[in-house]
């Protein structure tokens, strides 16, 4: 095969309370790329189309993930990429995960699959850290794995694969503003109480054993961010309204996405999900901010290979 496409999906880390280790997939967005195995040999990203992105390999995310596989497979011929970005930066649904994870499972697939997911993760790590200014792989577990993902380490790349529960939807809305997330996350504070900590990582767990057992019940007891949230959502315009609408309205919870500005909500049943939406939209359009919003089941699969 000398050229693979691939569909690389949006996904939403944190989920709440498992920052920089909990992620889901979305399977109703994503971008597209291609690469091609070409006869001169490095690393070129040929197009990208939808945003503006450097084109330069070593300041662009895919181009670094790219580059990072290159020079540990170090391949015969040359690779070009093509990158058809539908996800917006900044938009805090993986957008730089997406072409980091994309392109590292489009190369393998290309040069007959040398690696596993854990070592595509840890390529993939190096491009997400140009976007993001540290290496963490909850946007890119989900993309890669599919479902839900817990990263329990980065440094050497663990990934636990988390059942999803038959009925959840998530619904998103993007408000039309970039925060990028290293600005994200430099609002955050380097040390939190321990009585917080506590209250976190009980969430995550009780969140984790939920999933396992289809408990809706308790995944909404345990969608709560009493850590990061305080600090990001100052950042996200009438986050607080967004929150107290949709979980009036019956969603199991809502939080950020990422490093935001785009809100999630989870949801019992696509019935649900889409009446969130509405909420969503209700609570967005007399604020003049533009925005977008997707309804979306968990995606099993992540990538997804276009022309195989
Ligand atoms: N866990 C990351 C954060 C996700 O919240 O900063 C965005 O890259």
């Known amino acids: 095969m000398k050229e693979v496409k691939v569909f690389a999906p949006a996904t939403v880390a944190n989920v709440a309370c498992g920052f920089d280790v909990l992620g889901f997939c979305l399977d109703t967005i994503g971008d597209e790329m291609v690469v091609r195995q070409v006869v001169k040999k490095g690393v070129v990203i040929t197009k990208c189309m939808g945003y503006v992105l450097p084109m330069a390999t070593e300041q662009n995310v895919a181009g670094v993930a790219a580059q990072a596989f290159v020079n540990d497979f170090d391949p015969e011929l040359g690779i070009e990429i093509e990158i058809y970005k539908y996800i917006k930066p900044g938009s805090g649904i993986g957008s730089s995960a997406a072409s980091a994870a994309g392109v590292v499972v489009a190369l393998n697939e290309l040069l007959g699959k040398p690696y596993n997911r854990e070592q595509l993760t840890t390529f993939a790590m190096k491009g997400e850290a140009v976007a993001s200014k540290c290496e ?164 099993h699969q992540g990538i997804k290979i276009l022309n195989s």
């Open 136 to 299: 963490h792989a909850d946007n890119l577990a989900p993309a890669i794995y599919g479902g839900f993902t817990l990263v329990k380490s980065c440094h050497p790349v663990k990934v636990l694969e988390i059942p999803t529960p038959a009925d959840l939807f998530a619904t998103i809305i993007h408000p039309q503003i970039e925060i990028k997330t290293a600005d994200s996350r430099a609002v955050l504070p380097k040390k939190i109480p321990l009585d917080l900590a506590i209250e976190q990582w009980a969430n995550l767990g009780s969140l984790i054993h939920a999933l396992h057992t289809s408990n809706y019940d308790l995944i909404a007891d345990s969608l709560n961010d009493v850590v990061i949230e305080p600090y990001r959502s100052t950042l996200i315009p009438h986050y607080k309204e967004v929150k107290t609408a949709v979980l009036h309205t019956g969603a199991l919870g809502c939080g950020i996405s990422g490093s935001g500005p785009s809100i999630f909500a989870l949801c019992k049943g696509k019935k649900m999900a889409l009446e969130i939406e509405q909420k969503m939209i209700d609570v967005y359009i007399p604020t003049g901010i533009d925005f977008e919003t997707h309804v979306s089941g968990i995606n």
